[in-house]
């Protein structure tokens, strides 16, 4: 398992200080190295929670935590977004409208839909 101590003694001046607490902000070290220290950590945890997610007697709530954690950490917050084609059509119209002549913007309308309905 990960040692703390192993960091440094100015990790914890770095995350815990507070100027208004009489801390001094800003002290330890970068950020980068505050962030490879915890991922390193993580990754040294990452075996005991794989243990814990496949331990059939462990609790249902201490499997579902375990599982939570590794998703968590090792997809970030995903966020996707799905456009229909033609909400994705109509914001190129839009976009485009102004480049394009009105005699020529149905035929560019058409064989854009033509075009993703492809996709």
Known sequence: MADPNNYGANLGAYLGNNGKKGGHP???RPRSEVRDAFQAAGAECL????????????????????????????????????????????AIARA??????????????EDCK???QDV
């Open 47 to 90: 075996p005991m929670l794989i243990a814990i997610a496949n331990d059939k007697s462990k609790r249902p709530k201490d499997i579902i935590d375990a599982i939570k954690a590794m998703l968590q950490y090792g997809m970030g917050n995903v966020v996707e977004v799905q456009l229909s084609n033609d909400r994705v059509l109509t």
């Open 114 to 116: 033509k075009a993703i």
């Open 96 to 109: 485009s409208a102004k480049y394009i002549k009105p005699e020529d913007f149905k035929a560019w309308e």
């Open 26 to 28: 800003g002290a330890g």
